[in-house]
């Protein structure tokens, strides 16, 4: 995979309660194209982070149905990916590349 597309692969870290409670488990939670897979996102991550990946797992999240001053419309789907690091090995996602 070209360098350009490991940055693809990974759009943001999502920084929530659930996902800092993940991190003292050893895991960061990123969010990801529709299109990417598994085998994906464990090479971006290992490649832009230096850091040995153990497991990855996705889910695929629905948008929801909103209204804004009358109008209603639908946010749009995202994917999430939970992954977890081996140990002695750590991302500090407050930090950019």
């Known amino acids: 995979m070209s360098e350009a597309r ?45 850091v040995k990946v153990k497991a990855v797992n996705t889910l695929r999240q629905q948008g929801k149905l909103k209204r804004f001053r009358g109008v209603s419309g639908k946010q749009g789907d995202y994917k999430k990916a939970i992954v977890t690091l081996e140990d002695g090995h750590s991302i500090d996602v407050s930090t950019g590349l």
């Open 6 to 50: 490991h940055y693809d692969a990974i759009l943001s870290p999502v920084i929530t309660e659930k996902s800092t409670l993940a991190s003292e488990h050893n895991q960061v939670v990123f969010r990801v194209p529709l299109d990417a897979t598994k085998p994906q996102v464990k090479a971006a991550v290992e490649k832009l982070f230096s």
